[in-house]
């Protein structure tokens, strides 16, 4: 059977799970927050990997249904994780859907979830240039009081125009300039531009996919706010979630 329609008794019979990734702050090892990275446990296929079915559910229109369900189950969690907040990964076809911010508001009234800390990822990929209304979507998003990060920072083209135009609370450098650190002379000299370049713009820095302790000394060194990555923790469903992180810097 096609995964297209698996997908909507899959969400029917709650086979989608969300694995929450620590987000630490390398001064202190505190954990700040959490990732929500989906997984399905589908009863056929076993785990299937979001990388094969969010372009699906993008391509048949489900990810809306699929963005909504993330959602409120991140309000949800929040309880679990006192003091901490909650990422979520929008995808570019949830994010233009006439239905986003109407949902975006109705999970709040529903869950009673506190904005604040809850922070919504929107890669660069759907930002355009001159668009107003991106710009005009993510005002809202603000003013309803979310966080908002541009994901996977520095692999989208004209990244630097956006940053002074659109409301970021927070830029997460892509994790393949974290991996080049160690064997490029470049990427140590372009992370630390970037982490300069947020912190001069009042925006939080987090690297992504820190997988060694020299990256992680490396970016706590050059003034990083918070590492994210295997090292310091791996997706994880909550009930398996350990007190503190994976590894201490
Ligand atoms: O967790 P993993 O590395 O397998 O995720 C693969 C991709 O799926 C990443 O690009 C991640 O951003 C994306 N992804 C994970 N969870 C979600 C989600 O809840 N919504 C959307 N839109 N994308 C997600
Ligand atoms: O596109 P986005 O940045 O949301 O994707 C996050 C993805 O990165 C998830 O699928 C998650 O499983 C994966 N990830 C998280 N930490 C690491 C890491 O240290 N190394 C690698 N290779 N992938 C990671
Ligand atoms: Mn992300
Ligand atoms: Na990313």
Redesign the pocket.
């Given at each position: 059977r096609a995964l297209e329609l698996d997908l909507a008794a899959g969400l029917e019979r709650g086979e989608f799970q969300?694995?929450l990734?620590p987000r630490v702050e390398p001064a202190t090892a505190a954990i700040t927050s959490y990732e929500?990275?989906?997984?399905w446990n589908h009863p056929k296929k076993g785990m299937v990997?979001?990388?094969d079915f969010?372009p699906v559910?993008?391509a048949s229109g489900q990810?809306i249904r699929?963005?909504e369900w993330?959602l409120a189950e991140a309000c949800r969690l929040l309880d679990s994780v006192p003091g901490c907040s909650i990422s979520?990964?929008?995808?570019p076809l949830?994010f233009r859907h006439a239905d986003f911010l109407p949902n975006l508001h109705d999970v709040l009234v529903r869950t009673g979830a506190n904005p604040a800390r809850l922070e919504l990822?929107i890669?660069e990929s759907v930002l355009i240039e001159n668009d107003q209304r991106a710009v005009s979507i993510l005002d809202e998003i603000k003013h309803m009081g979310f966080g908002i990060a541009l994901?996977?920072f520095g692999t989208g083209y004209s990244s630097l125009s956006y940053l002074s135009r659109y409301p970021f609370d927070t830029i997460k450098i892509d994790r393949s300039f974290v991996s080049n650190l160690a064997t490029t002379d470049n990427a140590p000299v372009i992370v630390r531009s970037i982490i300069e370049l947020g912190a001069g713009l009042g925006m939080k820095i987090v690297a992504e996919g820190v997988e060694t302790i020299e990256e992680a000394l490396f970016l706590a060194q050059a003034g990083c706010d918070e590492l994210q990555g295997y090292l310091l923790g791996r997706?994880k469903p909550l009930t398996e979630l350990q007190r503190g992180v994976d590894n201490a810097i």
């Open positions: 969300l694995y990734q929500a990275l989906v997984r990997s979001p990388g969010i559910a993008e990810i699929l963005g993330v979520v990964n929008v995808s949830q990822e890669t994901d996977d997706p």
